[in-house]
C-alpha cells in the first residue's frame, strides 16, 4: 500500500510533523511505503496531495486536526480512495464523530495499515456564486461565526485567550439575528423558518470546538444532516444553556430545535459560516448531503 501523509502547513515544526514522523515511521514498520506532504500553506498543501493522487497512492492519511483533514475532503470525496486520520490537532472533532479522537499515534497508524474501511456521508456547501466545498463535522453561523470573526480580527491577545474575550464581547452585545431557513426534512416535506435566531448549526458529525456535541445525535452515516436552531432568550436563561450544550442535552430546552434534513438553505445578513472550524463563507448558503462520499480507516 502507498500512503501520502498531509501534515498541517501551519505546523511545520511542531507537534503535528513530530506525529506524522512517528506515524510513518510506524507505518513504514508495516510495510507501507509513506511519503510525508508538507506545503507552505493550504494552498500549497492541497496542490501536493492533488498531485500525489495524480501519481497515484492506495490511500491518504492526514496528520493534524479538523483543518488539514478538511483540505483532504476536498480531493478525495467521491473518489473511493480511503482516508486514515492521525489526530493531532487542538480540537479533533471529526476524528472524535468517527470514534479516532482518542487514538495515539502509533493506534491511528495501525488502523491505516490493518486497511479496514467504512464508508461515510460528507456535508456539501453550495455558494451562490455555484462553487462547492465539502465539510465533515459542523458548520456553525450566528453567535458561534460571530466570535469567530471578532477573534480572527484581534491583533491581542494571541493565543485561546483571544477567543475567551471574543465570546464575552459577543455574548454582552448579543441580540437575535433575523433568518430566513428552508429545508427538506428526512421525509421529504419541506419546511421553513423565518425569524430572530441566536444561532444555525448544520452538523454532518456531533461536536465543534473541541468536543462541544452541538448536535448530540448526528450519524455521519446516515444520508441526513441535523439542523440545530437556538432562538434568543435573556441572557442569564443563556448563560444556563451552556452547561446543557457542554452536555449534549440541550435539545429538551424549549428555545432550541433540532431538525434531521436532507438539504438547508441559511440566510441571513452579514453574517460568516464557519465549518470544521474555519470560514467557509458568508450566508446565503445551501448544504446537502453527499451520501458516502468518504471512505475512512477504522480500527479494526
Do not use: C
Amino acid at each position: 500500500m502507498r500512503v501520502a501523509l498531509l501534515v498541517n502547513p501551519a505546523a511545520r515544526s511542531g507537534a503535528h510533523t513530530g506525529a506524522a514522523t512517528h506515524a510513518t515511521e510506524r507505518l513504514r514498520a508495516h510495510g507501507v511505503q509513506t511519503s510525508i506532504l508538507s506545503g507552505g500553506s493550504a494552498a500549497e498543501s492541497s496542490e501536493l496531495l492533488r498531485a500525489a493522487l495524480e501519481v497515484g497512492v492506495d490511500a491518504v492519511a492526514v496528520a493534524g486536526g479538523d483543518g488539514t483533514v478538511n483540505l483532504a475532503l476536498q480531493e478525495l470525496a467521491g473518489t473511493g480512495i480511503p482516508l486514515g486520520i492521525v489526530p493531532a490537532g487542538t480540537g479533533n472533532d471529526f476524528a472524535a464523530t468517527l470514534g479516532l479522537r482518542e487514538l495515539d499515534v502509533v493506534a491511528a497508524a495501525d488502523a491505516i495499515a490493518a486497511g479496514v474501511t467504512r464508508t461515510i456521508d460528507l456535508a456539501r456547501v453550495t455558494r451562490d456564486d455555484g462553487s462547492t466545498r465539502f465539510f465533515g463535522s459542523v458548520l456553525a453561523s450566528g453567535f458561534d461565526s460571530k466570535v469567530n470573526d471578532r477573534a480572527n480580527a484581534m491583533r491581542w491577545p494571541r493565543g485561546g485567550s483571544r477567543y475567551n474575550i471574543a465570546i464575552l464581547v459577543e455574548f454582552l452585545t448579543l441580540a437575535g439575528i433575523p433568518y430566513d431557513i428552508a429545508y427538506e426534512g428526512a421525509d421529504g416535506t419541506r419546511g421553513e423558518v423565518h425569524d430572530d435566531l441566536v444561532m444555525a448549526t448544520v452538523g454532518n458529525g456531533r461536536t465543534y470546538g473541541g468536543g462541544i456535541p452541538i448536535a448530540p445525535d448526528a450519524d455521519p452515516a446516515d444520508g441526513l444532516l441535523d439542523l440545530v436552531l437556538v432562538r434568543p432568550a435573556g441572557r442569564l436563561r443563556l448563560l444556563g444553556l451552556l452547561p446543557k450544550v457542554y452536555r449534549g442535552t440541550h435539545a429538551r430546552v424549549p428555545e432550541v430545535s433540532i431538525t434531521r434534513a436532507r438539504s438547508v438553505r441559511l440566510s441571513s445578513p452579514g453574517v460568516t459560516a464557519y465549518a470544521d472550524g474555519d470560514p467557509i463563507g458568508a450566508l446565503p448558503l445551501t448544504v446537502d448531503v453527499a451520501p458516502g462520499a468518504l471512505t475512512i480507516f477504522t480500527p479494526a
